[in-house]
């Protein structure tokens, strides 16, 4: 996958957005192929406000979004203000920078050609073939032939590192299971009371921080054999395993997979490297593990854009890539799981 894919997933939803948590059997998980090229959702719809970009940025949101430098460059962004945000903020002396990657220029399978190329004329807000041109968060302007961020302005035009003009489709699995002591009795936290929660997380490559396992999902390909696709490869090493071992590891994988499981978050995403006309989408779903004797039998191994792996207790101390902590924090909300010694933070919730 590192051949397909410049940078991983995904980042902070920061925005405001209507968060929402769905009970689903693997078998009705939809169908929702799409791109391929960096990493980073089934059942609910986000509240219609969030991708308005009507009133500006709030004071949190789509900041990730207009940082500077961009990723993997010295390309400073024109600067955006909070209250220059929103599209239908006039501004006429708005001059964002143009950048696209030329790794994306290089023309990968995973890349769009350039907008300006004759033989390219996609299907924005629709199904374009196998590619997946609609947004998670409902229609999106175009505007020149290029379409247009939802979220806002981010002081950048192109698409960066992104493949995808418009949505970029990703998918996060969040494992986890109960820590347990040495006689296999679940572990509480002395201060909240709750037992507490694992997931696996990954240490990223590319800027060294810890991350869900995730990645972007191929055209045509189910967001569920995306889940299970990445988990594999970065979490178990899968791409380096004997043909004897990947038919064993996919036993036990299907066994995880083919659980009940809850879409923890579906969206856009406040990525660092979104731009005016390319963004990042992702869908975040947990598979537990209740027993751990699943994950008990598959040995944790860092391969592909992974650097190090292991499981890692949920607590609001946690220092996680782009919106991964968010993303955490739903999952210790709904399994009633410890998430922080302050009891009313608790119960505040985001």
């Not at 189910?222 to 038919?247: C, D, P, V």
């Amino acid at each position: 996958m590192a051949g397909r894919i410049l940078g991983k997933t995904l980042a902070t939803v920061s925005l405001s957005v209507a968060l929402a948590y769905v009970t689903v059997k693997s078998s009705g998980f939809r169908s929702i192929p799409e791109c391929r090229n960096s990493l980073s959702s089934c059942g609910f719809h986000l509240n219609s406000n969030i991708m308005s970009a009507s009133n500006g940025a709030k004071e949190n949101s789509h900041n990730k979004a207009r940082t500077s430098p961009y990723p993997g460059s010295k390309v400073q962004r024109s600067q955006v203000p909070n209250e220059k945000v929103g599209w239908l903020v006039e501004w006429q002396d708005y001059n964002p920078v143009e950048y696209t990657a030329l790794s994306v220029l290089a023309g990968p399978r995973w890349a769009d050609p350039q907008i300006s190329e004759s033989t390219f004329s996609p299907k924005f807000n629709e199904k374009d073939g196998h590619v997946e041109r609609k947004s998670q968060n409902g229609l999106y302007e175009i505007e020149n032939g290029r379409p247009r961020n939802p979220a806002g302005r981010t002081g950048l035009v192109g698409r960066g590192l992104l493949g995808r003009w418009g949505p970029n489709h990703a998918a996060d699995p969040i494992i986890t299971r109960w820590k347990r002591d040495k006689s296999g009795n679940k572990i509480t936290h002395p201060i909240s009371g709750k037992n507490i929660l694992q997931f696996v997380a990954i240490k990223r490559k590319d800027c060294g921080e810890w991350a869900i396992p995730g990645g972007m999902v191929d055209p045509g390909e189910k967001i569920s054999a995306t889940l299970k696709r990445e988990f594999g490869e970065e979490a178990l090493n899968s791409l380096q395993k004997s043909s004897a071992e990947k038919r064993k590891l996919e036993e036990q994988l299907h066994k995880l997979f083919s659980q009940e499981h809850l879409v923890i978050y579906k969206g856009y995403v406040d990525d660092p490297r979104n731009t005016d006309n390319a963004w990042m989408e992702t869908e975040a779903v947990n598979y537990h593990d209740e027993t751990g004797e699943i994950m008990d039998n598959l040995t944790l191994e860092a391969g592909d854009d992974a650097g190090k792996v292991k499981w890692v207790d949920i607590n609001d101390k946690l220092k996680l890539y782009a919106s991964h902590s968010q993303f955490i924090k739903l999952v210790a909300e709904k399994r009633d799981a410890h998430w922080s010694e302050d009891s009313e933070a608790d119960c505040r919730g985001l």
